[in-house]
């Protein structure tokens, strides 16, 4: 494996060079064992700042990132492993290598579509967002979402609330460790083509997308301005040869006018999560179906506190809101709770407690922790606060 660390510790040489290099050498060895002849043979555009790094034959960068990788609980999955996603490994410039927190699923076999959009997103966007992610979970689909703020992290929020979540990072592991991101590790994995170590580029959100498209078979784009980040994924997916919807808004909004253009292009309207997922009812036979029962209550538009966003409720009652916060009445609302959720809620001390105390008092195991606070912030029993803390948000009322 430490050829492949390599070869993805290559930051200074693109990914379409990468994969042209595998492509005639088979593998990660082989291109660091290439003369600088051979590597010149095998891609004659090879810039000399590319062909300098391929030819500094160093490997105590990638027996760090090995290293790095057993301490933060990543896998490494090649582009020649059996578990590399076949969809992917057919895009253009596909990654060397993925580095995996959590579980990777079977993602050739699920209904994987990605939700995206604006950072920027009115509340009508967040609703719309939250309540696609939450559908395509209910419905058998997997949620693929870049986790940036506004309609991407809302999107992947919905999702948690029923299933599982892939996240795309554009940045090393150790970079993103929001609590949405940690959920989505515990729920379903986040992905990145960076190794541990990597500098960070803005140019690393935009190669991004070809992989969030490419994990799909299709892209929901939910409010984009006009140059919105948005538009770009939509043309990366296009031209990956994936299914692009948009989800209209008002014509005069500006966060429409991205969405006018996708349609006036042949985008297809949605209104649900099943809009989108019936059409690959035979693609994936019995493992799609359409929702029995509405989108929780919680599905309205999130306030995302600065540093650590956070779902809220209503507008009366926001989750990250610490000094005007309502409270829950405990007789009557505890009652509705799940088992766990009462373990949970019992864990936690007056003045808060931090995940990890919840998780050793509990002993319910941290994805299944993870996901049952990730319900009781949307429900507004909880409240997170700085440095990973619990605060209950319900009292007895007197």
Request: with cysteine.
């Amino acid at each position: 494996m430490q050829y492949w660390a390599w070869l993805s510790s290559m930051t200074g040489v693109s990914a379409a060079a990468k994969a042209a290099l595998l492509a005639h050498f088979g593998d990660a060895e082989s291109i660091y064992r290439a003369s600088e002849e051979a590597l010149k043979t095998a891609v004659p555009d090879l810039k000399k700042t590319e062909l300098a790094e391929l030819t500094f034959h160093e490997l105590d960068r990638a027996r760090e990132i090995l290293r790095q990788c057993e301490r933060q609980h990543l896998q490494l999955v090649t582009i020649n492993d059996s578990a590399y996603p076949r969809r992917l490994r057919n895009i253009y410039a596909p990654p060397a290598v993925l580095y995996v927190e959590g579980r990777l699923p079977e993602l050739d076999e699920e209904a994987a579509v990605t939700v995206a959009g604006t950072r920027k997103a009115s509340p009508y966007g967040l609703k719309m967002a939250r309540e696609l992610g939450w559908e395509i979970s209910n419905c058998g689909g997997l949620v693929i979402s870049g986790l940036t703020r506004g309609i991407d992290e809302t999107a992947a929020y919905g999702a948690l609330l029923s299933g599982r979540c892939v996240g795309v990072l554009g940045v090393a592991h150790e970079k993103e460790r929001s609590s949405l991101a940690r959920d989505v590790a515990a729920r379903g994995c986040l992905i990145s083509e960076y190794p541990p170590g990597s500098p960070s580029f803005r140019s690393f959100f935009r190669d991004r997308n070809r992989i969030t498209a490419g994990l799909s078979v299709a892209l929901v784009i939910v409010e984009a301005p006009e140059g919105s980040g948005a538009l770009l994924l939509a043309r990366d997916a296009i031209e990956q040869g994936r299914d692009v919807y948009a989800v209209p808004g008002n014509v005069d909004a500006p966060n429409s006018a991205g969405i006018l253009t996708l349609l006036q292009n042949g985008a297809k309207p949605v209104r649900s999560g099943w809009d989108v997922l019936c059409e690959f009812e035979r693609r994936f036979p019995g493992r799609l179906h359409e929702q029995t029962t509405a989108a929780p209550a919680a599905a309205a538009a999130p306030k995302p506190a600065p540093s650590a966003p956070v779902p809220s409720v209503s507008e009366e009652k926001s989750v990250d809101k610490t000094d005007s916060a309502g409270y829950i009445d405990l007789r009557e609302q505890l009652s509705g709770l799940s088992e766990d959720q009462l373990k949970i809620i019992t864990a936690i001390e007056e003045g808060g407690s931090h995940v990890d105390d919840i998780i050793e008092a509990t002993q319910l195991g941290t994805a299944r922790v993870l996901s049952q606070l990730t319900v009781l912030q949307i429900k507004g029993f909880v409240r997170a606060e700085a440095g990973r803390r619990v605060v209950l948000n319900i009292k007895a009322k007197k």
